[in-house]
C-alpha cells in the first residue's frame, strides 16, 4: 500500500518539498516536483490547507500531489484552490494511485460521487456580514436623507427604512453566531455604534475583523459631525441599486465573476456564459443533473459558487405532495392561495407566460431537488425567458450568434461586434431610459444597438415603446439605440 509510512507525517516547507520528491518518484508520477518556494507559493494560495503557523501534514502531501498532477492537467491554481476542499483524503489517495498506475482518471468523476457541499460554515458568515454592511450603509443613508429637512427624528417602528430594518436582522444574527447577544435590536444603538470602524471593540464581530472581508476598516458614520462618511455612500452604491434583494445579487453576480476569472483567460467567458444559461433554462434541477451540466461544462471549478445559487426545495412549495414544473419556463410553480383557480399554483416568474394563468404543469417527486435563489430567479432567470428566445431563434438561423459574449458585454451578439442585443424587462419605461440616457453599457462596443423589451410589458402598457422612445436623449449614445419588441427582434432575426 502506498503512503502506509506518511500518515503520521508532520514537516516544514523544505520537509514538504522533499517528501513530494520522493513521493513523485516513488509513485512514477511524470510530474516536476515543486521546489521549495513553490511549495511556499502553494501556501499562501490555500492550496495546502494547514492552519496557520502550523506544521504541514499527511494532508498536505496528497493536496501537494494532486496540485502537480492537475497543474499538468492545465488547470489553473485558483480552480485547484477550489476544487481540492471537496476532496477527502480517501478520494485524493484514490486519485493519486490511479494517476500513478496510468489509469486515465477522470477527476471529475470523484465529484460526481460526491454529495453538493450545501453552502455552510465560514463562507455563509462572510456573506451574511457583507450583505448586512452593505444594507447598514444603505439604511443609514436613507435615514439620513429622511431627517435631514429637520421634520422626522428616528424611530423604530413601522417608518424605519426597510434596508435599516434587514440590516439589524442581519446582524443580530452574526452575533447569535457568535455566541454573543443579539446587541442589534435597538436601531439607536446601532447608529451610535456605526461611528466607529466596523473592526473595532464597539461593534465586537470576529467576522467583521477578518482579513476577507471587504469592509473592516470602515467607519459609516462621521464620529462628530455624524452624516454618513463618504465611504458608507460607496458602500450602499456598491449593488447599484438599493434593498435587500439588490445587495444579494449583487454578491452572487460578483462572486460568479471572481470565481470565472481565476479560470484564466481562455475559459472565464465560455464558463460565465454556461453558468446563466444554466440558471436561466435549470432554475429548478436535480442535484445529479446539475454536477452533469457542470461536468459536462467544464464548470467543476466552479461547484461551490454555482451550489450557492440553489436552495432545496422546501417542503412549503409542494402541492399535495409533488413539486409542480411550470412547463413554459421550467421553473418551479408556487401554491397559490386561490386553490380554485390556480389548483396546480402559479408561476412566480413576471416574464413569463405562464405568470398569470396557472397553466400546464409537470409533477415531480421533490427528492434532491434543487431550485435557484429568489433573487437569481429575479434578476437572472426572469429576463432569460427572452434572452434565450432570441438567442435560439439566432441559432436556428445559423447565425453567429453568442449569449452573454464576454462575460456579458451584452446579452446577444450577433457576427462579433455587428450586432449587440438587450432584453430588458423594467416595469417602467420612464426609470428604463433614465438608466440607458446614463449609460448604454456594453452595447456601445457594437455598430448596431438594439434594445428589446419584453412582450408581456407591451401588453401590459401599449404605449411602453413610445414612451421609452420619446425619453431617450435625442444625442449621443441613446440616440444610437434601437428599441423594438422581443417579437420584433425575433423577426428581424428571421428575416436576415
Ligand atoms: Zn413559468
Not at 256 to 280: F, M, S
Not at 309 to 330: A, M, P, Q, Y
Request: aromatic share 6%; with cysteine.
Amino acid at each position: 500500500m502506498h503512503f502506509e509510512d506518511v500518515r503520521q507525517w508532520q514537516g516544514t516547507a523544505d520537509d514538504l518539498a522533499r517528501e513530494l520528491k520522493r513521493q513523485i518518484e516513488q509513485l512514477g508520477l511524470s510530474v516536476e516536483p515543486p521546489s521549495v518556494r513553490t511549495v511556499r507559493l502553494w501556501r499562501s494560495k490555500q492550496l495546502l490547507s494547514q492552519p496557520k503557523g502550523q506544521e504541514f501534514k499527511f494532508r498536505q502531501i496528497l493536496e501537494g500531489l494532486a496540485t502537480a498532477v492537475l497543474l499538468k492537467r492545465g488547470w489553473t491554481l485558483a480552480a485547484i484552490g477550489q476544487v481540492l476542499p471537496s476532496f477527502s483524503d480517501t478520494d485524493l489517495e484514490r486519485q493519486i494511485i490511479a494517476e500513478s498506475d496510468g489509469q486515465d482518471s477522470t477527476w471529475a468523476t470523484v465529484i460526481q460521487t460526491n454529495s453538493l457541499p450545501l453552502p455552510v460554515g465560514h463562507r455563509h458568515a462572510l456573506d451574511l456580514a457583507e450583505d448586512a454592511a452593505m444594507l447598514l450603509a444603505q439604511g443609514i443613508i436613507r435615514q439620513y436623507n429622511r431627517v435631514l429637512p429637520g421634520q422626522e427624528i428616528v424611530r423604530q417602528d413601522d417608518s424605519m427604512p426597510p434596508e435599516l430594518y434587514r440590516a439589524m436582522c442581519k446582524l443580530g444574527r452574526l452575533y447569535i453566531e457568535e455566541g454573543l447577544a443579539d446587541s442589534a435590536a435597538c436601531v439607536h444603538t446601532i447608529l451610535e455604534r456605526s461611528r466607529y470602524p466596523l473592526s473595532s471593540e464597539e461593534w465586537n464581530l470576529k467576522i467583521f475583523r477578518q482579513t476577507e472581508f471587504p469592509f473592516s476598516g470602515v467607519t459609516l458614520i462621521e464620529p462628530d459631525l455624524r452624516v454618513p462618511t463618504s465611504d458608507c455612500s460607496v458602500i450602499a452604491n456598491k449593488s447599484g441599486a438599493f434593498g435587500e434583494d439588490n445587495v444579494i445579487e449583487h454578491r452572487l453576480y460578483s462572486q460568479l465573476r471572481e470565481a470565472t476569472e481565476r479560470l484564466g483567460a481562455r475559459r472565464k467567458h465560455k464558463a460565465y456564459t454556461a453558468v446563466r444559461k444554466l440558471v436561466g433554462k435549470y432554475s429548478l434541477i436535480g442535484e445529479r443533473q446539475l454536477l452533469d451540466y457542470l461536468i459536462e461544462n467544464d464548470l467543476t471549478p466552479l461547484q461551490r459558487t454555482v451550489v450557492d445559487f440553489f436552495d432545496r426545495v422546501s417542503d412549503t412549495w409542494l402541492i399535495e405532495g409533488f413539486v409542480h414544473r411550470c412547463t413554459h419556463c421550467g421553473t418551479l410553480m408556487r401554491p397559490h392561495p386561490n386553490k380554485n383557480r390556480f389548483p396546480d399554483g402559479c408561476c412566480p416568474i413576471r416574464q413569463c407566460y405562464s405568470h398569470n394563468s396557472g397553466q400546464l404543469c409537470e409533477k415531480l417527486n421533490p427528492d434532491g431537488l434543487l431550485i435557484a435563489k429568489p433573487q437569481i430567479l429575479t434578476f437572472w432567470t426572469g429576463p432569460a425567458i427572452d434572452e434565450l428566445a432570441i438567442f435560439e431563434a439566432a441559432q436556428q438561423k445559423g447565425l453567429n450568434a453568442e449569449l452573454y459574449p464576454e462575460s456579458d458585454l451584452c446579452d446577444i451578439s450577433i457576427n462579433n461586434r455587428a450586432i449587440g442585443i438587450d432584453a430588458k424587462s423594467y416595469t417602467s419605461p420612464v426609470t428604463l431610459a433614465l438608466r440607458l440616457n446614463r449609460r448604454i453599457g456594453g452595447l456601445a462596443h457594437y455598430r448596431r444597438r438594439i434594445i428589446a423589451i419584453s412582450d408581456r410589458l407591451i401588453e401590459e402598457n401599449p404605449n411602453y415603446l413610445s414612451s421609452l422612445r420619446s425619453t431617450l436623449d435625442k444625442k449621443g449614445d441613446p440616440a444610437t439605440l434601437e428599441v423594438l419588441s422581443v417579437t420584433s427582434v425575433i423577426e428581424l432575426i428571421k428575416s436576415m
